[in-house]
């Protein structure tokens, strides 16, 4: 299981980080580290399960939600850059921000007894 989580950590650092190299050395070191601390736990203990289950919530993160941008040369007075969004960025449809937070349980709305 841990190395699955690994390699699913490594595959989304090469997803996210894709053509800046200098970042992918960084995430990728730090995913070593990070595993490499976690190394004598046993398998089946409950720390080494959450570890796991952090390090797939990690990957899942990097593949879906991270977005580089690279700052476009000639744009005139205004700064613009280009998004490199590949095929496994999710991509919503910004309901949630129409939301109030009454409507979408938070708990602040709780904290003030609106709800």
Same mark, same amino acid.
């Given at each position: 299981? &841990?190395?699955?989580?690994? *390699?699913?950590?490594? !595959?989304?650092? *090469?997803?996210?980080?894709?053509?800046? &190299?200098?970042?992918?050395?960084?995430? !990728?070191? @730090?995913? *070593?580290?990070?595993?490499?601390?976690?190394?004598?736990?046993?398998?089946?203990?409950?720390? &080494?399960?959450?570890?796991?289950?952090? &390090?797939? +919530?990690?990957?899942?993160?990097?593949?879906?939600?991270?977005?580089?941008? @690279?700052?476009?040369? =000639?744009?005139? @007075?205004?700064?613009?850059?280009?998004?490199?969004?590949?095929?496994?960025?999710? !991509? =919503? +449809?910004?309901?949630?921000? !129409?939301?109030?937070?009454?409507?979408?349980?938070?708990?602040?709305?709780?904290?003030?007894?609106?709800?």
């Amino acid at each position: 299981m &841990a190395l699955t989580a690994y *390699r699913h950590v490594l !595959r989304a650092t *090469r997803i996210a980080f894709n053509g800046d &190299a200098r970042l992918l050395v960084s995430a !990728r070191h @730090q995913a *070593r580290s990070s595993f490499a601390v976690n190394r004598a736990l046993l398998a089946s203990s409950p720390e &080494a399960v959450a570890q796991i289950a952090h &390090a797939e +919530d990690v990957a899942t993160i990097l593949r879906q939600n991270v977005v580089q941008g @690279q700052k476009v040369e =000639g744009g005139g @007075q205004e700064e613009k850059y280009q998004l490199r969004i590949h095929e496994e960025t999710e !991509r =919503g +449809d910004n309901e949630s921000v !129409r939301m109030s937070k009454e409507e979408m349980g938070s708990l602040a709305g709780l904290k003030r007894g609106t709800t």
